[in-house]
């Protein structure tokens, strides 16, 4: 009877009356071990799911599904002797079985909340409030269900028994809130009369998903609508978004999206935004067609689209919107003023002064000393470089550097930049035409940005430079560069493939020159590290680094901030597009420029930067925070999620399955103990047999106790088996009790 059931558990279904639907193993039953010595047990008697139970679920035919790819490993199935159990048990409350049938519900959950944040969950389709521990203020929602807070032994982990989530147009969004402010929603029309606001919603205390709102009055104007890419913690998670709960709470109040340039974390989240949000994007050639492409892939009409040129001025409700001509390392960058009726607010962008830009294109600093002269109400600028003294390097001059690499190369050159660097592609194409080289264009970014950049006239390459890569062979090694994805190691990106020598098309071999054409974004210097020690390994000539001239930065340093704030000569300033410990030291270097230093405001994402006729103040907060997309899901993935990805990768995981015959109450078979990740079981046959007499030992104490709640029978399972673990080997592995009904 039990072998069958493990079957089916390891590498089938199993059918259950708890909360009756289908899971992924990695997903089901979240609710950790105990961790350490549990002075007490809480009991509870209701049917509803216990705290950090979220299962992914999809209701078939009233099955629970169980996969593992671990059944396939060394391990096999591994199985403990079947031991039945006569006692006589009540038979479960039929109520209890039937939980949840008649819904078909989603788990979302947010990411960890920072220090003082708790996670502010609401669901709409609720019916009931329900108010249990812990304190959850919140505006703006119709319906609200408080979570509830269980405290374990370590102190670590704070669960909420119902992961719900904001459901706006049927598309979740997290919410992380402060425990201690009342964060502001959406408030009633007039009521910001004769105020401007700008809201950060990303790009404060972090590089990355920048998104800002600009407010007056009842209108809404939206910057740019970025991504970031997590860090190696997040396991298993592909991108990160900005919470846009605030913005889609004001829908109605959008009157457009504005965005800067092209790069990722500028326009990666856009797609996102506008399924929720019915609004122009106002963006200039060959931001739209990128933007364009990115729609196409998330099925969203580019009717929205509305190009602009920098020079350009828009009205858009009572706020005139100015576009300014600026130098990055992606064309068509531009920073962007609001001239409202209480003072001019002008937002730089990423940008730097580059005084021999590729493109011939100069920044349009009489724009910014005319602003200047009219007067700034407040100066938002870039802040990633303001640890760099004196100035940044023309992007012009990567081109001698990269011409002389590819003249020493005796075999093949690979090259991997990033995909947006429409420059520096154009200096190693040109590079290319200069030594007979064809071109070879790898990687899904690098070839739809090349093939738009084309398209759109910002990349000049000779015919029949490009070559198909199906043709390559045709050519001998001294006559193909390859340009790729990769130069951050990511793991599928195309040089961390060749690197491996797990290309499908590119075996590298020691005659090989590869170029690296960037310097690794703070958290990636590892991977980066590794991929060079890879391609050293297979002999190839690798040209990296600073010291060799192939990388510029797109970020202004020191001197030209300086210069940026004494062209503007701002009111108040407000630095952004930094770490906190770069907003800190901008807002310094603003205040040796001259600016009161009661007038430079840092901020975080959330805070509200309010501007009237008497000045300017930091005023309330938002809901802000990010959000995890995984695949298809957005939101789904969230600290419960992710701690339960790290605990399996860590600890590994055990799992206890018992059948009870539904009709007597009676337990037929089990426990049975399973293991995976955590020990194996032929070498620890006297680990997993004490533990099994433990499991037996707790079915006694519930059935002396009259318990008959299977929520509390596995929960104390759990928490004896978490003890007993640690106690013995001072590891937690994940436990997840399953039991069986036999009819």
């Not at 006569?86 to 959950?109: C, H, L, V």
């Not at 001059?397 to 690499?405: E, Y």
């Not at 020690?533 to 990388?551: A, F, M, P, Q, S």
């Not at 099994?692 to 059935?703: I, W, Y």
Request: aromatic residues 4%; contains cysteine; hydrophobic residues 35%.
């Amino acid at each position: 009877m039990l072998n069958k059931l493990m079957n089916k558990i390891l590498g089938g279904t199993v059918n259950t009356t708890d909360n009756q639907h289908t899971a992924q193993v990695t997903a089901v039953e979240t609710a950790p071990s105990a961790r350490g010595e549990q002075k007490t047990t809480r009991r509870r008697t209701n049917t509803r799911r216990p705290a950090g139970d979220s299962r992914n679920t999809d209701r078939r035919s009233g099955e629970r599904r169980y996969t593992s790819e671990s059944n396939q490993s060394g391990e096999g199935r591994q199985r403990r002797t079947t031991n039945t159990r006569t006692n006589t048990r009540r038979q479960r409350p039929t109520g209890e079985q039937g939980e949840q049938q008649g819904t078909e519900r989603r788990i979302r959950q947010t990411r960890a909340p920072r220090s003082g944040e708790q996670i502010r969950r609401t669901d709409r389709n609720s019916e009931n409030t329900r108010n249990t521990r812990g304190t959850s203020n919140t505006r703006g929602a119709s319906n609200t269900r408080n979570t509830r807070t269980r405290n374990t032994t370590d102190g670590n982990r704070n669960e909420n028994a119902n992961n719900r989530r904001t459901r706006t147009n049927n598309r979740p969004m997290a919410r992380n809130q402060e425990a201690h402010l009342d964060l502001i929603g959406r408030q009633p029309d007039g009521s910001n009369k004769g105020k401007f606001q700008i809201i950060p919603l990303g790009g404060l205390g972090e590089i990355g998903k920048n998104m800002t709102i600009f407010q007056y009055e009842d209108e809404i104007i939206v910057l740019d609508s970025g991504l970031a890419f997590p860090s190696e913690d997040m396991l298993g998670v592909d991108i990160v978004i900005p919470d846009m709960s605030y913005i889609i709470e004001n829908k109605d109040r959008v009157k457009a999206v504005v965005i800067t340039h092209g790069h990722e974390d500028h326009i990666g989240s856009l797609a996102y935004l506008m399924k929720e949000i019915d609004c122009p994007v106002y963006a200039t050639n060959l931001v739209c067609g990128l933007i364009e492409g990115k729609f196409k892939e998330h099925k969203v009409s580019p009717k929205c689209l509305r190009m602009i040129a920098a020079g350009d001025e828009v009205q858009i409700g009572q706020v005139t919107v100015g576009f300014i001509q600026t130098n990055h390392s992606i064309p068509d960058s531009c920073a962007v003023y609001f001239d409202t009726p209480i003072g001019t607010i002008l937002h730089t962008g990423d940008f730097k002064i580059d005084q021999t830009p590729v493109d011939g294109r100069l920044m349009d600093m009489h724009k910014f000393a005319e602003l200047g002269n009219k007067g700034v109400l407040a100066l938002m600028s870039d802040s990633t470089n303001v640890e760099k003294p004196g100035t940044t390097g023309s992007e012009s001059s990567v081109g001698p550097a990269i011409k002389q690499a590819v003249g020493e190369a005796k075999g093949r050159v690979v090259l991997a930049t990033f995909a947006s660097n429409v420059s520096r592609i154009q200096q190693a194409i040109d590079a290319a035409v200069m030594f007979n080289r064809k071109v070879v264009v790898m990687g899904r970014s690098m070839v739809n940005v090349t093939e738009i950049a084309q398209e759109r006239g910002y990349l000049n390459i000779p015919p029949n430079t490009i070559i198909d890569v199906d043709v390559m062979h045709n050519y001998t090694d001294d006559q193909i560069m390859i340009l790729t994805t990769g130069s951050q190691g990511e793991p599928m990106a195309g040089l961390s493939r060749m690197a491996t020598s797990n290309h499908r098309t590119v075996e590298l071999a020691p005659n090989d020159t590869v170029i690296i054409s960037a310097t690794p974004i703070p958290g990636n210097e590892g991977a980066v590290g590794r991929t060079i020690d890879n391609l050293l390994r297979l002999g190839c000539n690798v040209v990296y680094g600073k010291d060799r001239g192939i990388h510029v930065s797109g970020h202004a340093s020191q001197e030209e901030l300086k210069t940026m704030l004494n062209l503007v000569r701002p009111e108040y300033f407000i630095p952004v597009h930094g770490e906190y410990r770069m907003l800190r030291r901008h807002g310094e270097l603003g205040v040796a420029m001259g600016v009161d230093p009661k007038k430079v405001l840092i901020g975080d994402n959330g805070q509200i930067f309010e501007f009237d006729k008497d000045g300017g103040r930091k005023g309330g907060r938002v809901q802000a925070g990010a959000i995890f997309v995984d695949g298809l899901g957005v939101g789904d993935v969230g600290n419960i999620v992710i701690r339960d990805r790290q605990q399996l990768a860590q600890e590994g995981m055990v799992i206890v399955v018992m059948a009870m015959d539904t009709a007597s109450g009676t337990i037929i078979a089990g426990p049975d103990l399973v293991s995976r990740g955590f020990v194996y079981v032929r070498d620890a046959e006297e680990l997993m047999l004490e533990a099994e007499r433990r499991v037996h030992q707790v079915l006694d104490d519930c059935e002396a106790q009259r318990i008959k709640d299977w929520t509390t029978i596995k929960q104390n399972v759990r928490d004896a088996l978490g003890k007993f673990f640690y106690d013995k080997t001072r590891r937690r592995p994940m436990i997840l009790p399953i039991i069986q009904d036999v009819h």
